[in-house]
């Protein structure tokens, strides 16, 4: 079926969950630890996300869908929707709140082009969200994805 899933990958941007909490404006409830397929699974409760953290950057998988305003953070920071069921993908990446690239395609047409470099129209999302994941969070997310844990938070 592939991968039905949004999220944020930050470079040293989020180093406590007060900060977090301060991006997504709402309080944080910890609910429990999940694996990379129960964080990466498009169904889950509403207002749920999972963290996995370094000292280095922050991975956040949100709601299908959801979407936040990027252009006050700080460090860098990409938001990405992959949608495989409906063959669509949204990436954007931000440095110090300044827009540097936004790539959005939708059943193979491109639907959204600013900026260049980072991501071709021939390259699999999903491979190139892991690679920034491996360089901001420098855990070799890629190769241990299925052995990682994240933490799960109500938002309140």
Not at 110 to 138: C, R, T
């Amino acid at each position: 079926m592939g991968f039905n899933i949004a999220g944020i990958v930050a470079k040293d941007s989020f180093k406590t969950i007060q900060s977090i909490e301060l991006f997504f404006d709402c309080s944080l409830k910890y609910t429990e630890d999940v694996d990379f397929d129960q964080a990466s699974s498009a169904f889950k409760e509403e207002k749920t996300i999972d963290l996995l953290t370094t000292e280095h950057g922050t991975l956040i998988f949100v709601e299908l869908g959801q979407m936040y305003d990027l252009s006050s953070s700080k460090g860098e920071i990409i938001q990405f929707i992959i949608s495989e069921v409906s063959d669509t993908y949204y990436f954007e990446k931000f440095n110090d709140g300044i827009l540097e690239r936004k790539h959005i395609s939708s059943q193979g047409e491109i639907v959204e082009n600013i900026g260049s470099g980072i991501i071709n129209e021939d390259e699999y999302l999903p491979d190139l969200i892991w690679e920034f994941a491996d360089e901001y969070l420098k855990n070799n997310f890629s190769k241990n994805l299925f052995d990682l844990s994240f933490k799960r938070y109500q938002m309140l």
